[in-house]
């Protein structure tokens, strides 16, 4: 996987390209989908958020490509800062990597990450949407954060697990062992 800065850098640009999308989606047409329709009148998640102006984030409605924006740069920047190294420490305590098969030691890597992220992106949503026409309570904001933890473990754990993590994997093998390979095979010629 990734051995150096530069390569740790597009596996998390890669990783929050793909989960960010999947976070807006499962937000939006899973668990707010009925709701937004009831509310809006209409037969479909995109037309809901069209005739309301946008997706509420920040006290204001704005376009779904910005809620996608603001919602990647800060999964990406926690993703760099706080993420990978800290689950890669985290699962250096339980596993030794060089002792460990890489699938299980990977597996421990991802079980961190979800554990660390989750919570912390599922608090700055909770910010982010909070329902600001009713004035701000912190207790509103917690129990917001709460619902939202419940709301997204289990599809950020199995949804990391078995999808987002293999794929991400896949794609960046084929972005860096071609490279890889090609540079030993002008090293041996």
Known sequence: MP???FQRMVFAFLTVVVTVHAYVFY???VVNGNILTSINGTN???DAINRQGGVYMLGRYLPIWAVVLVEFL???SLEVIMGSPCSFRLASRVFDPRDTHPVL???AIICATVGLMCPTMSFLAAILYYPYYNGFHLLTL???WIKLVCFNFPFAFFSQLFFIQPLIRTVFKALFVG???CRLDSELS
Do not use: D, P, W
Request: charged share 15%; no cysteine.
């Open 3 to 5: 051995k150096n800065q």
């Open 27 to 29: 937000s939006l047409y």
């Open 44 to 46: 479909s998640v995109i």
């Open 74 to 76: 800060l999964a990406y």
């Open 105 to 107: 030691f990977e597996t």
């Open 142 to 144: 917690l129990a917001n």
């Open 179 to 181: 490279k890889n390979s």
